[in-house]
């Protein structure tokens, strides 16, 4: 995600090499490349602050049109998540035993038409320059369904102390987990979610059983009101 854009200044800096790194995180870096023997280091670091402080502004306004704001439900979960990054106080964990006749490759398949249908799975946070956390959907976040076989004994063991474990809410990763394992009493599907984007009331009991059912059958369902439509109105109404 990482583009790279040639700057061709005006002079007095008119030798003088920039390259600007930017990445679809909403963040940058600029490098600069000059011969030192027509300008001064400090003149060349004046320049830069006075190109960074232009850049800053449109990247700010670029995120402000291209993000939304955290719920005020989110707000409550989004800093103990940054001040506890250790703890899965957070995380929505769900195992469902599946039924014999289940294909394992059509309920993959199931699961991730779900993720690509609906933009809250694919939901990043960053904060802004000023402090502010915002979110928004990146259509190029990948889920991988990892499938392994295993005791039923093992899957236990694997639960209690290896799933379950904390989400980092700022790495641009899944904010949910899901894995298929197989064991001689038969296959079980592990989800687990951050509640930053699921709650924990509805959506994830849902998510493993009348979503994927449907899924699984070819029926998956536009989502016709989602987290982002939520902010939205709550920016609206307050």
């Known amino acids: 995600g990482i583009q790279f854009i040639r700057i061709a200044p005006q002079k007095p800096f008119a030798p003088l090499q920039l390259a600007l790194e930017g990445s679809n995180s909403h963040g940058?870096?600029?490098?600069?490349?000059?011969?030192?023997?027509?300008?001064?280091?400090?003149?060349?670091?004046?320049?830069?602050?006075?190109?960074?402080?232009?850049?800053?502004?449109?990247?700010t306004n670029e995120i402000?049109?291209?993000t939304s704001p955290l719920l005020q439900s989110q707000m409550g979960l989004f800093i103990p998540c940054l001040r506890n990054p250790q703890?899965?106080?957070?995380?929505?964990?769900?195992?469902?035993?599946?039924?014999?006749?289940?294909?394992?490759d059509?309920?993959?398949?199931?699961?991730?038409?779900?993720?690509?249908?609906?933009?809250?799975?694919?939901?990043r946070f960053l904060i802004t320059a000023t402090g502010e956390p915002r979110q928004w959907s990146d259509p190029d976040m990948k889920l991988e369904i990892?499938?392994?076989?295993?005791s039923y004994a093992?899957?236990?063991?694997?639960?209690?102390?290896?799933?379950?474990?904390?989400?980092?809410?700022?790495?641009?990763?899944?904010?949910?987990?899901?894995e298929i394992i197989t064991t001689e009493r038969g296959a079980?599907?592990?989800?687990?979610?951050?509640?930053?984007?699921?709650?924990?009331?509805?959506?994830?009991?849902?998510?493993?059983?009348?979503?994927?059912?449907?899924?699984?059958?070819?029926?998956?369902e536009p989502v016709s009101y989602g987290l982002y439509d939520a902010a939205k109105a709550e920016v609206d109404t307050f």
């Open 188 to 220: 079980y599907l592990l989800s687990d979610f951050s509640h930053l984007i699921i709650d924990g009331m509805s959506y994830s009991p849902n998510f493993t059983m009348s979503l994927v059912d449907k899924a699984y059958h070819g029926i998956v």
């Open 64 to 66: 402000q049109r291209t």
């Open 106 to 123: 059509t309920l993959a398949d199931a699961i991730l038409a779900i993720y690509d249908n609906d933009p809250v799975f694919r939901t």
């Open 146 to 150: 990892k499938r392994e076989t295993m």
């Open 154 to 178: 093992e899957l236990t063991v694997y639960i209690q102390n290896t799933f379950v474990r904390p989400f980092d809410i700022l790495s641009g990763t899944p904010l949910l987990r899901t």
């Open 28 to 59: 940058y870096r600029i490098s600069a490349a000059y011969d030192p023997s027509l300008y001064s280091a400090e003149d060349v670091m004046t320049f830069l602050d006075t190109l960074n402080n232009e850049i800053s502004s449109i990247v």
């Open 87 to 104: 703890s899965t106080q957070y995380t929505l964990p769900v195992v469902t035993q599946l039924n014999d006749n289940i294909n394992i």
